[in-house]
């Protein structure tokens, strides 16, 4: 499974970004895609997922501003980011987790997102 995101970039606060991420690859061993971000020295931390099902979960932080969606037949997770913060700056990752539970996670590279004041 390979994951390609884009999408990040410089936005004022108060601005809103999406970010998409594809997968590839044997895409049927995925059960949940979602977004991970990491801040400056911290440790990466899960943002919102969407499972095959669509049941989606969300970071407190991010609830009432950020929305996670998925296009199935495009094998596809958009993370909608509105009502930035400067808070939101960090390397936002794509991720996927197999049905299988043994098998490992996939990551896609990072994507910058910078909200300025």
């Known amino acids: 499974v390979q994951l390609q995101a884009s999408g990040g970039g410089l936005v004022k606060a108060g601005g809103f970004l999406r970010l998409p991420c594809a997968a590839s690859g044997s895409t049927f061993k995925i059960n949940t895609m979602g977004w991970y971000r990491q801040l400056p020295g911290k440790q990466r931390e899960l943002v919102a997922s969407i499972s095959n099902g669509g049941n989606t979960n969300l970071a407190d932080s991010v609830k009432g501003r950020f929305a996670i969606s998925r296009d199935s037949a495009k094998n596809t997770v958009y993370l909608q980011m509105n009502s930035l913060k400067p808070e939101d700056t960090a390397v936002y990752y794509c991720?996927?987790?197999?049905?299988?539970?043994?098998?490992?996670?996939?990551w896609g590279q990072g994507t910058l997102v910078t909200v300025s004041s």
């Open positions: 991720n996927a987790r197999p049905f299988a539970v043994w098998e490992r996670y996939y």
